[in-house]
């Protein structure tokens, strides 16, 4: 990456950041000053946690980006003493999106919830991908639809699978989606918001600090599955 390049995905995400936060400002404006009506004020709150939870979670992308791209990786591969329990993981990472997908009107789905499989390293890196996946998911996916996410260990391997499959916006196998600041033409024509940080941060984590594969495709189907595998799962 140039230094062009570095600049104008500083000022993108700078950008993006700024939006959500006017947003959570107007909210305090208007419950200081009463012009909320008691029954909104719940909802409103609620709405502003949204807002501030997705600006920590871009900025927590520019951290770990800033992490690896030094070089600055100690926290990281420290991380391996903890362990993730997945279902977990992924119910405290969908749960920000929650009303999103409902104004969306998608349905974030989590089979398999009961079985605690896990793998070894910090869950604060794992449902950073899972937030920026899900948040892919409600962002791009088509209304009326479902995200169904399932976690599955392969028997024959001990490899744990996590898998998250939508209806979206397409993209070919030529789109460089895990590409820092890649943004496939369909998602720019649907949203302006994005940066095209968020799977590239997947693929570091995923890769770095799990040794696992990350992929995403589009079938012909219209459907897009994010598949995650990482080595040695287990059942607590
Ligand atoms: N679930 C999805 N459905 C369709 N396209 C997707 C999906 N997830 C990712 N993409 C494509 O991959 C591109 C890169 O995704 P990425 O999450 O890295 O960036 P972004 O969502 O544009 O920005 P942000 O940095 O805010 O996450 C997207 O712009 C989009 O073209
Ligand atoms: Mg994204």
Known sequence: MDNKETLL???NITHQAINPMS??????DNLIDGTVPEHKRSQRLTRARSQLEYTVSLIRNLSYFAEYATGNSDSISSSTIKTTVIPQAIIESAQFFQERGENTDIKIELENRKIQNCVKGDPNLLKQVFMNII???????KSGTKLII????QKRTNDLIITFEGNSEP???HDSIFDIG????SAQQKTSSGSGLGL???KLIIENAFHGKISGQHTAAGVTIFEIRIPNGFTK
Not at 182 to 185: D, H, I, L, T, V
């Open 200 to 202: 590239h941060i997947c």
């Open 150 to 153: 399932k976690n599955n260990i």
């Open 171 to 173: 993209f070919t196998s």
């Open 9 to 11: 995905l500083i000022q």
């Open 135 to 141: 948040d892919n998911g409600v962002k791009y996916g």
């Open 23 to 28: 947003g959570v400002i107007g909210t305090l």
């Open 182 to 185: 890649y943004r496939a033409k």
